[in-house]
């Protein structure tokens, strides 16, 4: 895979990339962890959720300026820490430099816990340049 986007991103919070095909689709895999517990109950933060389905979203754009500008987000059914959570990705609009891309994450028992639309802008030059 030749990942040239958000390349120092940290795995373990947001996913390890296992498909990437370059303004087509990107699978990204999130195990889970201790770190990511909101309560006692052992919740996953949603915000976990979210940071794994925008790093598949950049990865499908996969440029190194890709910026989120977006995003419809619903939170399907609550995720426990100890679960694997598979985020795919495909682009469903390419508008030259505006790119909406969907993102599904399933658990390891198939089920739909996280579904959004992503919308990705390919700037000319890094936001912070």
């Excluded at 958000?6 to 990437?20: F, N, R, V, W, Y």
């Excluded at 990107?26 to 933060?45: N, P, S």
């Excluded at 802008?121 to 890094?126: A, D, F, P, S, T």
Aim: proline share 2%; aromatic share 6%.
């Amino acid at each position: 895979m030749d990942i040239k986007t958000h390349q120092k991103i940290d795995q373990s919070l947001c996913g390890k990339p296992t498909a990437i095909k370059d303004n087509e689709f990107a699978t990204v895999v999130l195990d889970t962890t201790e770190k990511m517990t909101a309560d006692e109950k052992g919740l996953v933060h949603g915000g976990f959720l979210f940071g794994a389905a925008d790093y598949c979203a950049m990865l499908t754009v996969n440029h190194p300026n890709v910026v989120l500008g977006k995003a419809d987000v619903v939170f399907i059914k609550p995720v426990k820490v100890g679960d694997k959570v598979i985020f795919e990705s495909v682009l469903k609009e390419d508008k030259g430099k505006k790119k909406i891309v969907e993102v599904i994450g399933k658990n390891q028992r198939d089920e739909i816990v996280f579904k959004g639309d992503f919308h990705c802008y390919v700037l000319e030059k890094h936001v912070l340049e």
